[in-house]
């Protein structure tokens, strides 16, 4: 089998294993969702549903935007398809699925498979620090009484872009970074990556809105300090779903984390519900942006077939 066939064979298997393993789990937990669905209001699902279709097309425009910066070919329409069927991996065991699956279905499509894997991370590098961003922000102002990790990821926060604008941290990074992979690597230009995080905030308000329509969809009503401490509380789920290493998708995690900061506003029986619900809504919206963006991909041209080579173009991240 020749490296074509089999990096085409490789982006195929992960999109099918992931779908593989959502399936699994929506049968493992079928009388959980059931039961869920069976009170709730489907209109606002569907509502729930749009946000998080939003949410991860901006993801996936932005990831697309980063390859274009380091020179690389990246059709959008193609390009979404292979965001969204890389995304799939999510819910594969290991962690590394959907960095893998993006990135090679990315030099599928006649990118260099470095810039592919580069942007790939920094996109979730990025989009990580725009929920602790929105994290930071909502958490600040909600109205529990408890401060104490909002301001710890505001410091933390501080702190990577501190990092990123002083010189002497700048040049000992990277000269880690050197010794680790044996490559040359360049940090960000402090303002580029700086627009970059800013530009996944929107995705974070887009996220949340699964979990407030959810909410909605159960009967509960909504205020405006309810809904800030949501927006918080959506943030620091997702990004503890990122660091635990190894769940498919967090799955468990984010919910564990949502049901227990929401019991106390909402209630136990709609802060479990509503876990569940929001779960099952960002699983169909993953199949559905991949079941959507591979026949819209095929209305692209053919994929060129120069520049594909295994050369990492990072040079470009350096400047704006």
Known sequence: MNRSRLINVVGIAIGITGIAFVVRRVVRDRSEIADALSSANLVWLVVGGITGVVAMALIGVNWLLILRHTGAAAPWRRGMSWFFVGQLGKY??????P????AELAHRGATPRGAAYFSTAMSMVATFLGAATVAALTGLISPSDGRLLPVAIAAGLAFTFGVLVTPAARSALE????RVTRRELALPDPRWFALLVVRHLPVWLSFAGMNIFAVVALGSDLDAPLVVT???????????????VGVPGGIGVRETIFISMTTAPLGAGVAVSAAVLSRVVSIVVDLVGAAVSMPIARTDPAPASEGRDDRAITDRYAAP
């Open 92 to 97: 594969v065991p290991g962690g590394i699925w």
């Open 230 to 244: 949501l927006v918080f509380v959506t943030c620091v789920s997702w990004m503890a779903g990122f660091v635990v």
């Open 99 to 102: 960095i893998v699956g993006q």
């Open 175 to 178: 000269r880690l970074a050197r």
